[in-house]
């Protein structure tokens, strides 16, 4: 997976950073948490002791449980009603086997 991140000031539209980023889908938390310090340090904002605790341990990411919520939400997301069908479906299907994986994910 790869992302761009841009910090832009809103009144000005000027652009004031910019950083890419690749990691494979595992990685996906670990990556959340140096986009949220990179973009915390550019904005100069000081981050709580609990906060600095949750940014430096995110639980493992199982990506198949992640890509299961991924497609339930696209299917949720599609109107009409055969595809809420589907989501249901697909959800209930991968949530048996992944479990574990999508409850840290929705924690």
């Given at each position: 997976?790869?992302?761009?991140?841009?910090?832009?000031?809103?009144?000005?539209?000027?652009?004031?950073?910019?950083?890419?980023?690749?990691?494979?889908?595992?990685?996906?938390?670990?990556?959340?948490?140096?986009?949220?310090?990179?973009?915390?340090?550019?904005?100069q904002?000081?981050?709580?002791?609990?906060?600095?605790?949750?940014?430096?341990?995110?639980?493992?990411?199982?990506?198949?449980?992640?890509?299961?919520?991924?497609?339930?939400?696209?299917?949720?997301?599609?109107?009409?009603?055969?595809?809420?069908?589907?989501?249901?479906?697909?959800s209930?299907m991968?949530?048996s086997?992944?479990?574990?994986?999508?409850?840290?994910?929705?924690?």
């Amino acid at each position: 997976m790869r992302i761009t991140v841009q910090l832009i000031h809103g009144p000005s539209d000027r652009h004031l950073w910019a950083e890419s980023y690749q990691r494979d889908l595992h990685g996906i938390l670990a990556l959340q948490t140096e986009v949220a310090r990179a973009v915390a340090s550019q904005i100069q904002a000081t981050l709580t002791p609990a906060e600095e605790t949750r940014l430096a341990s995110p639980p493992p990411v199982n990506a198949d449980a992640y890509d299961a919520y991924l497609r339930g939400r696209y299917f949720f997301n599609r109107w009409p009603a055969p595809e809420h069908t589907r989501c249901v479906h697909t959800s209930n299907m991968q949530l048996s086997e992944h479990r574990t994986g999508l409850m840290l994910m929705l924690a």
